[in-house]
T-cell receptor, first 114, second 112 residues
C-alpha cells in the first residue's frame, strides 16, 4: 500500500515564526502536492512538484515556499506564519502514469497560528 | 474559469437507501473525473475514476456516472450503511497537467 506520511498531526505556532511541514511518500511517485483545506473553500493547491528540485505554483502560493531535494520528500515552508494560514494542510502524491492516476493523501497537519 | 460545484448541504438518508451525490462543472471538458471519500480530520481517499468515454463505473456498492453533455457526474451508494457517513469529493484534472481541481464536497450522513 502507498503510504504518505506527514511530520505532525497538530501544530501550534506563533505569528512570524518560520514553519516547516514535511511530507514523505514511499512509492517512488514523481508528483507531489501541497494543499490547504478550509471550510467552504475545499482543497486548494498551494504548490506542486513533478520531479526532484522541480516545482510549480498552485492557486494560492503566496506566503509559502517548497523544497524537494529528494524524490520521496516534499516540504512546505511558511516563511513568516500569519493567522490567516491557520488551516488543515494536506500532502499528496501520484505517479506519472501514461494515463490518469489517483492521488494518495497523507493524514493532514492541522496548523494553528496564534 | 473552471469551476466545480457540489451540493454543500449535508445529505441525510436512512440506512439501506441509495444515496446520490452530484458533481457539476463548468468551463471545462475533462478527460476523466475522480471521486474521493474524506473522514473528519483525515486526508481524502480515492474511490473511483471514470473516463469521458465511460457512461458508468461500478465498484461494489458504488456507482458513478459521467454525462459530458450535462457536465455532470452522479455518485451513488446503494444499500447505504452508517459506515458510509463521510464527505465525498469530486476532482477533475486541469488540462495538460497533473494538477486537479477539487469540489468542496458533500457530507453524507446515513442514519441507522
Amino acid at each position: 500500500d502507498v503510504k504518505v506520511t506527514q511530520s505532525s498531526r497538530y501544530l501550534v505556532k506563533r505569528t512570524g515564526e518560520k514553519v516547516f511541514l514535511e511530507c514523505v511518500q514511499d512509492m517512488d511517485h514523481e508528483n507531489m502536492f501541497w494543499y490547504r483545506q478550509d471550510p467552504g473553500l475545499g482543497l486548494r493547491l498551494i504548490y506542486f512538484s513533478y520531479d526532484v528540485k522541480m516545482k510549480e505554483k498552485g492557486d494560492i502560493p503566496e506566503g509559502y515556499s517548497v523544497s524537494r531535494e529528494k524524490k520521496e520528500r516534499f516540504s512546505l515552508i511558511l516563511e513568516s506564519a500569519s493567522t490567516n494560514q491557520t488551516s488543515m494542510y494536506l500532502c499528496a502524491s501520484s505517479p506519472t502514469a501514461g494515463g490518469p492516476s489517483e492521488q494518495y493523501f497523507g493524514p493532514g497537519t492541522r496548523l494553528t497560528v496564534t | 474559469s473552471q469551476k466545480i460545484e457540489q451540493n454543500s448541504e449535508a445529505l441525510n438518508i436512512q440506512e439501506g437507501k441509495t444515496a446520490t451525490l452530484t458533481c457539476n462543472y463548468t468551463n471545462y471538458s475533462p478527460a476523466y473525473l475522480q471521486w474521493y471519500r474524506q473522514d473528519p480530520g483525515r486526508g481524502p481517499v480515492f474511490l473511483l475514476l471514470i473516463r469521458e468515454n465511460e457512461k458508468e463505473k461500478r465498484k461494489e456498492r458504488l456507482k458513478v456516472t459521467f454525462d459530458t453533455t450535462l457536465k455532470q457526474s452522479l455518485f451513488h451508494i446503494t444499500a447505504s450503511q452508517p459506515a458510509d457517513s463521510a464527505t465525498y469529493l469530486c476532482a477533475l484534472p486541469t488540462s495538460g497537467t497533473y494538477k486537479y481541481i477539487f469540489g468542496t464536497g458533500t457530507r453524507l450522513k446515513v442514519l441507522a
